[in-house]
């Protein structure tokens, strides 16, 4: 017979609905092409919560090396059990991750060349543009390297609100 390329075998997953059953898988793919790196321990973070016998899970974009989407989350609908709730998660995710690769194709076009070393061509932008456009991924970022890992969820959070008029107020703890 055939090995499976993924290393999961068609007996781990249970039935259901197929689409599900792959969305992680894809979402780690999308994300390794993103990064252009084997995707880390710290890149996307999975955290699931039981609530009322219903699990609810959230997709955090982490270690995404100051790039565009770091600090980014994803909440899923609930579920009966975790490994749905973290699929469902994981759709939202997934199409975000397209939209980021998307947009990196489309904006570098097919003559992209990389620049000198130490160069920040990875958005085609200059780096200080890439740190006013991202602050949470950057104030991560220089949380991670001073710390020498990824900061938990306890020690950084960040809450979107809605304001009085337009906009989101975000708070950082």
Do not use: W
């Amino acid at each position: 017979g055939s090995a499976v390329a993924s290393g999961a075998g068609v007996m781990a997953l249970p039935a259901g609905d197929p689409l599900l059953e792959d969305v992680r898988s894809k979402l780690n793919h999308a994300v390794m092409s993103y990064l252009k790196r084997p995707i880390g321990k710290g890149d996307v973070l999975m955290e699931c919560v039981e609530q009322d016998a219903e699990f609810f899970a959230t997709v955090t974009f982490a270690g995404f090396d100051g790039k565009v989407g770091s600090g980014e989350r994803f909440q899923g609908d609930g579920a009966r059990t975790k490994k749905r709730a973290e699929s469902l998660a994981s759709l939202p995710a997934l199409k975000r991750m397209q939209e980021l690769l998307n947009i990196g194709q489309s904006a570098l076009g097919p003559s992209h060349r990389l620049g000198a070393a130490g160069e920040s061509a990875s958005d085609g932008l200059p780096q200080h543009m890439l740190e006013i456009q991202n602050p949470k991924g950057r104030l991560q970022e220089l949380l991670q390297k001073k710390l020498r890992r990824s900061p938990t969820e306890a020690e950084l959070a960040f809450r979107t609100m809605a304001a009085e008029g337009p906009g989101h107020r975000v708070e950082l703890s």
